[in-house]
């Protein structure tokens, strides 16, 4: 069982910022960490929305290195490190480990489809054998909308029984409230986060850990006031107001949409870049975009 | 422009063979490859079929090494090198191409979905800039039912314009014969491999240049006859009766059950492995697979 401090609270996808030629800029992205930090914000770093999956492996365990060498507690990272290939997950969730990470956030093997739950359940748990490193602390992450590959609550039983002090919660991103409820209900000392702070609520009412989404990249300081309030008189209020600036950002391409905030209000152009298949947003739906942004008086005090 | 042969013909996904403890067995790999090209057979290796997107890069690379060490002409090789991070499939395809591959079967980045031709486009673009390789010659890979990210006409049309003589063929896995249709009329200088020999005929007729299928794996020879006699006064019923065939293997887990075919073929139950996510069949599924081939007669001459 690992002595590392569990994971709860609000976790950024750290966005990934590029240079000109889409190496990544590790100088900004340290930076950009130090000021998550500073919002109370933890960082999974390597999501979806860090483009982890447009990353080598290479990249990935260069870049976790150069994160905590520059003094990053590794506690409060939770990289994601699922690939297709196994092998290459137990790389970087052994690299993780042994940085003492406080988590890892694991992907299913996502190329194959209709693969059934015994698949899953052998590839979990040969990941688990071998990295053998008891440190490890595996959040399973559930995102059927992109993985087209999910993790059905059979499979938690199974590996939750089978590693109950590596295999300790998840992320759920499919935006299906029924199915983080069905968790939260079945397995309660099972972490929940859910995968966008418009269940953050919900999933605290139920025994939840926190919420790990998209939107604390650029308005982190907001989600964790309701985590840290979720049981106060005006919580409810505190997720609608979550929900509805979630719209904003939610309208068109979510990742593309964050890199445009960020950049125009660190005022770098450098942050609107997006390794391919991914691409900027064009510049009618930018404009639009920060309208709507400086019309609810958005801001990113102390950042840029 | 390649000085090499253009790829034709009857390609087989390469299965993979695996050792005990799931890493590759190169030497029953070559025997394999070897028996392949005795039925005038190709090697699409690092297929779906070859288990590709469960393989590393570094795997990949050194694979292909040993297979071509071993005397095998790369001009019958055309590895899949299409991975999820652009750098990956710049690493693969640059190494393929320096060996003097025919060509190389390359997927769309898989892992982000509704994803544009814009992105698509960058993607493949910056690809062949980077590999810089005249012999290069990409083959488009549209498996829509696994990688859930397409290749439209559009796309066809703008890096076939960009780059006539690098992006020069694709292989249709989506099982639509109208989308095989509408890219062989609108490109007839495109090389159109289908992805199943259910549509080799029609694909012929419309001056498709051959087959890249799963079943070409343990039966490759009556694939190439009917290629090698599409224009014969025969040809619709050598078609039909491959039709027959595919269905029996195609009826549970295509490369579980050629697995267990060639398993069973090769008095090898080593060949019944496969890495996680994917299982092998279960006794009763397997049985009955074996039953069905020996009741069609089938031989897998001069192999195993």
Redesign the interface.
Known sequence: MSDIPKPSGTYAPVLMPFNAD?SVDTDRLIDYCRWLLTQKCKLAIFGTNSEA?????D?RIDILDQVVEAGINPADLMPGTGC?????TVKLSAHAANHGCGGVLML??????A??D???Y??YS?IVERVGNERLRIYLYHIP?????GISLGLIERLTKAYPDTIVGMKDSSGDWSNMKAVLEAFPDFDMFCGSESFLLDTMKLGGKGCISAIANIRPAAIQHLYENWQGSNAAELQSELIDFRDILTAQAPIASLKCAISHYSNNPAWNRL?????ELDDATSHSLINALEAYGFKMPGFG
């Not at 909308?145 to 590959?149: L, N």
């Open positions: 889409l999956n447009s990353l080598c492996v990249e297709c290939a196994m092998a290459d299913p093997p996502f190329f194959y489809k693969v059934n015994e698949g899953l052998r590839s040969e909308p992109i993985a087209q590959v390794r391919p298949p991914l691409v």
